[in-house]
């Protein structure tokens, strides 16, 4: 492999699969549709939340939950290694952005992460737009621990919402000289452009994934299968090319 300097890196939940989380879409090319029973317009979006906001706080309250039950994998910890090793110097970078909005990263030990759709351990106050760290429910409407009142919602990126730090994942990519896509169907923008941004800017693109994405054909490298497998294999290589 070819020495890099400066990596950003894309998880989706093909990252967690293995750690016993759900993934959003059957196949790589199924469009969103149920997701745990729930129609993804009821569920994740501000309108949805507007017409049923208990419907929406359970549903959450009840992924919350079930994430602290889950343990990170080895793609996650391979990642995490990735981050520990990797040089914290002027002429290296590394950016792990994820689509997750569990843990895993963060407690299999990575750093360097960034949560473009937002965290289900935090909470959101819409009246002060304070987050706090909530681990707990919020289905009976607890106060906002900075203002009171109780406006709490989660700190998920819902569809029709911009995604997070949208400057700073192009300020990324634009320094970058390898991106590397795991376990994302590339079916939620813009998240599934970045490797198009990566490509017009030059960048070498790699995709680890169970099946092609549906831009797969964007990548230069594609490498199929568990991302617990694939993740430590990749790492392995390029800490030995550094
Ligand atoms: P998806 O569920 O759309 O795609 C998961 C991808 O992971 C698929 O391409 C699978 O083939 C792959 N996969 C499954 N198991 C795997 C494994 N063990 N190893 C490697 N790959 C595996 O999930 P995302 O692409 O992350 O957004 O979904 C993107 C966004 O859609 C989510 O962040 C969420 C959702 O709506 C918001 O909530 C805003």
């Given at each position: 492999?070819?020495?890099?300097?400066?990596?950003?890196?894309?998880?989706?939940?093909?990252?967690?699969?293995?750690?016993?989380?759900?993934?959003?879409?059957?196949?790589?090319n199924g469009g969103p549709s149920l997701?745990?029973?729930?129609?993804?317009?009821?569920?994740?979006?501000?309108?949805?939340?507007?017409?049923?906001?208990?419907?929406?706080?359970?549903?959450?309250?009840?992924?919350?939950?079930?994430?602290?039950?889950?343990?990170?994998?080895?793609?996650?910890?391979?990642?995490?290694?990735?981050?520990?090793?990797?040089?914290?110097?002027?002429?290296?970078?590394?950016?792990?952005?994820?689509?997750?909005?569990?843990?895993?990263?963060?407690?299999?030990?990575?750093?360097?992460?960034?949560?473009?759709?937002?965290?289900?351990?935090?909470?959101?106050?819409?009246?002060?737009?304070?987050?706090?760290?909530?681990?707990?429910?919020?289905?009976?409407?607890?106060?906002?621990?900075?203002?009171?009142?109780?406006?709490?919602?989660?700190?998920?990126?819902?569809?029709?919402?911009?995604?997070?730090?949208?400057?700073?994942?192009?300020?990324?990519?634009?320094?970058?000289?390898?991106?590397?896509?795991?376990?994302?169907?590339?079916?939620?923008?813009?998240?599934?452009?970045?490797?198009?941004?990566?490509?017009?800017?030059?960048?070498?693109?790699?995709?680890?994934?169970?099946?092609?994405?549906?831009?797969?054909?964007?990548?230069?490298?594609?490498?199929?299968?568990?991302?617990?497998?694939?993740?430590?294999?990749?790492?392995?290589?390029?800490?030995?090319?550094?």
């Open positions: 492999m070819a020495q890099v300097r400066n990596i950003v890196i894309l998880t989706g939940a093909g990252v967690s699969a293995e750690s016993g989380i759900d993934t959003f879409r059957a196949g790589a997701w745990e029973q729930h129609r993804v317009d009821d569920v994740a979006t501000p309108e949805g939340f507007a017409r049923d906001p208990d419907l929406v706080l359970r549903f959450y309250d009840m992924r919350r939950a079930a994430i602290q039950t889950k343990a990170p994998n080895a793609a996650h910890e391979a990642l995490a290694r990735l981050d520990a090793e990797w040089p914290k110097d002027a002429n290296h970078e590394l950016l792990i952005v994820t689509q997750n909005v569990d843990d895993l990263h963060e407690r299999a030990g990575a750093k360097r992460v960034l949560h473009m759709h937002g965290e289900h351990l935090n909470a959101w106050c819409t009246a002060c737009d304070a987050r706090s760290r909530w681990t707990g429910p919020l289905i009976e409407r607890p106060p906002c621990p900075r203002c009171g009142e109780r406006a709490l919602r989660p700190d998920v990126v819902w569809f029709g919402e911009m995604p997070y730090e949208m400057d700073r994942i192009y300020e990324a990519l634009r320094g970058a000289d390898l991106f590397v896509s795991i376990g994302t169907s590339g079916a939620v923008y813009p998240a599934a452009g970045l490797v198009r941004n990566a490509r017009d800017l030059g960048i070498a693109t790699l995709e680890l994934n169970l099946e092609r994405s549906q831009g797969s054909a964007w990548f230069g490298e594609t490498r199929l299968g568990p991302a617990s497998v694939l993740v430590p294999a990749w790492v392995d290589e390029v800490l030995a090319a550094l």
